[in-house]
Nanobody, 123 residues
């Protein structure tokens, strides 16, 4: 049974950094592309970043250069390091796993979701 559990969210100020972590209970990341989506109040869930085959990555234009997605094979986690946070980054961040995730960048391409973790950036 696949289980993705996020951690690391919180309240920070604009310009701060924060790292989210997604614990993968079933070694899902060895089969699926792993990624992060986010959903702000009143908005649709949107793609943030993806990682596949251990090293290939892709990012939404809004976070490129500020966010870094990575895998920690020893801990079986997928991490999202977020630098220079902005108030518009405020959202619930969801860990995701899906075969077409990096190609289509849509929620419909996700097979498994985590429960989400709140990130709030104050100005």
């Amino acid at each position: 049974q696949v289980q993705l559990v996020e951690s690391g969210g919180g309240l920070v100020q604009a310009g701060d950094s924060l790292t989210l972590s997604c614990a993968d209970s079933g070694r899902t990341s060895s089969v699926y592309t792993m990624g992060w989506f986010r959903q702000a109040p009143g908005k649709e869930r949107e793609f943030v970043a993806a990682i596949w085959s251990g090293t290939y990555t892709s990012y939404a234009d809004s976070v490129k250069g500020r966010f870094t997605i990575s895998r920690d094979n020893a801990k079986n986690t997928v991490n999202l390091k977020m630098n220079t946070l902005k108030p518009e980054d405020t959202a619930i961040y969801y860990c995701a796993a899906g075969r077409g995730l990096a190609t289509y960048r849509r929620p419909s391409s996700v097979q498994y979701w985590g429960q989400g973790t709140q990130v709030t950036v104050s100005s």
